[in-house]
């Protein structure tokens, strides 16, 4: 790779690994170092002889409940399972990160995840001034249009799917 060529990482890798937990965007430590290409237990041995550098906004531990509870942090088939609850980085976080690890894929990676965390932002705000537009827009307009709002709601907000239950089921 060149000086001024960049890693590409599909954006959608890095926006798959992006999760909302205690009502903040966060990393897990795992899929940190997988696209770091480290090891999870080097990743966290950096981050805790730097601790200083990771305040309770740029990361923290999951307790053994919001572990058990998120179906999308539980142990990885054939990596032995895990000892600890993972840690989750936030955006800032992550950014503090690329020093710590202080190599040049570390710089890479960081640069195309906060541009996903970035592209995020955006499309939660433009998510939400639609919303404000559809809301004022029916109200200037009579109830002929009110089907329409229906379905552009509807559209916006599509319902959740039901969920199957996981296990044996006789």
């Not at 890798?13 to 990393?27: A, E, P, T």
């Not at 053994?64 to 980085?89: D, H, I, M």
């Not at 537009?133 to 002929?144: A, F, L, T």
Request: aromatic residues 8%; hydrophobic residues 35%; proline residues 4%.
């Amino acid at each position: 790779m060149s000086k001024n060529q960049l890693l590409e990482i599909p954006k959608e890798s890095i926006h798959s690994k992006i999760y909302l937990i205690r009502g903040r965007k966060v990393m897990l430590d795992s899929d940190l170092a997988e696209l770091y290409e480290v090891e999870t237990k080097n990743l966290t041995r950096q981050v805790r002889r730097n601790k200083d550098r990771f305040p309770e906004d740029f990361m923290f531990q999951l307790t053994q409940e919001e572990f058990l509870r998120c179906q999308n942090v539980t142990s990885k088939a054939g990596r032995g399972g895990r000892r600890y609850t993972p840690y989750v980085f936030t955006e800032q976080g992550v950014s503090m990160l690329s020093s710590v690890l202080n190599s040049k894929r570390a710089i890479q990676v960081n640069i195309q995840i906060m541009r996903a965390f970035a592209q995020l932002r955006e499309m939660l705000q433009t998510h939400k001034a639609l919303w404000r537009k559809i809301g004022e827009m029916e109200k200037k307009y009579d109830h002929k249009f009110k089907a329409v709002f229906d379905v552009l709601r509807e559209l916006l907000n599509p319902p959740e799917k039901p969920k199957g239950k996981i296990g044996f089921h006789p």
